[in-house]
């Protein structure tokens, strides 16, 4: 995402402008729409209930995010920087890696914290392509629900806290360096 958002950032084009619409249109798509067909191939891959099939979904459904939310905040660091490189000798690739990702780091870090909330909160992939052994949090509360004939709240709310919690302390953790970088595009200078 960083490398995909730096590219639209510093380079204009009308195909880089259409290419970014086509995200956005990914991105609005409901994920019913991409995992239905997906299903027969992921059969044939023999990738069905594996913690793999659900990284690669995450993974790919969540770049478009990453790479729109990227481009915004690579958008803030001022193109002279760049420019300054490049009269040093500095190579597009040294450029990303070395003045590029230092100041969007921030920006990198609020990306990871809201990719990593939305897929461990992720239902409708887990619930198709896993059955046994690759199940994720929010399907073996929704299996509690419907396994029970009358709700034992107390342990559906326990389950419901754990499955929160590592989520919770890691967006705490995150959280100074999260605000940082959500408010550091809002103010330009």
Same mark, same amino acid.
């Given at each position: 995402?960083?490398?995909?958002?730096?590219?639209?950032?510093?380079?204009?084009?009308?195909?880089?402008?259409?290419?970014?619409?086509?995200?956005?249109?990914?991105?609005?798509?409901?994920?019913?729409?991409?995992?239905?067909?997906?299903?027969?191939?992921?059969?044939?891959?023999?990738?069905?209930?594996?913690?793999?099939?659900?990284?690669? +979904?995450? *993974?790919?459904? %969540?770049? $478009?995010?990453?790479?729109?939310?990227?481009?915004? #905040? &690579?958008?803030?660091?001022?193109?002279e920087l760049d420019e300054a490189a490049l009269v040093d000798g500095a190579s597009r690739l040294t450029i990303l890696w070395r003045?590029?990702?230092?100041?969007?780091?921030?920006?990198?870090?609020?990306?990871?914290?809201?990719?990593?909330?939305?897929?461990?909160?992720?239902? +409708?992939? *887990?619930?198709? %392509?896993? $059955?046994?052994?690759?199940?994720?949090?929010?399907? #073996? &509360?929704?299996?509690?629900?419907?396994?029970?004939?009358?709700?034992?709240?107390?342990?559906?709310?326990?389950?419901?806290?754990?499955?929160?919690?590592?989520?919770?302390?890691?967006?705490?953790?995150?959280?100074?360096?999260?605000?940082?970088?959500?408010?550091?595009?809002?103010?330009?200078?």
């Amino acid at each position: 995402s960083v490398m995909a958002g730096y590219a639209y950032s510093r380079f204009r084009s009308p195909q880089m402008a259409s290419t970014a619409s086509f995200l956005i249109a990914v991105r609005l798509l409901p994920p019913i729409v991409i995992t239905l067909p997906l299903f027969p191939m992921v059969n044939w891959l023999r990738l069905n209930d594996t913690h793999l099939v659900l990284i690669v +979904l995450y *993974a790919t459904f %969540f770049v $478009s995010l990453g790479t729109l939310l990227m481009r915004t #905040f &690579i958008d803030q660091i001022p193109r002279e920087l760049d420019e300054a490189a490049l009269v040093d000798g500095a190579s597009r690739l040294t450029i990303l890696w070395r003045v590029i990702m230092p100041l969007s780091a921030q920006g990198m870090l609020a990306v990871a914290v809201f990719v990593i909330v939305f897929a461990w909160n992720e239902f +409708l992939f *887990a619930f198709i %392509f896993t $059955s046994t052994r690759a199940k994720t949090a929010p399907l #073996f &509360i929704a299996e509690m629900m419907g396994s029970l004939d009358a709700f034992d709240w107390g342990v559906l709310f326990a389950a419901s806290t754990v499955q929160l919690l590592p989520i919770m302390l890691f967006v705490l953790l995150t959280q100074k360096h999260l605000v940082a970088g959500l408010t550091g595009g809002a103010i330009k200078g």
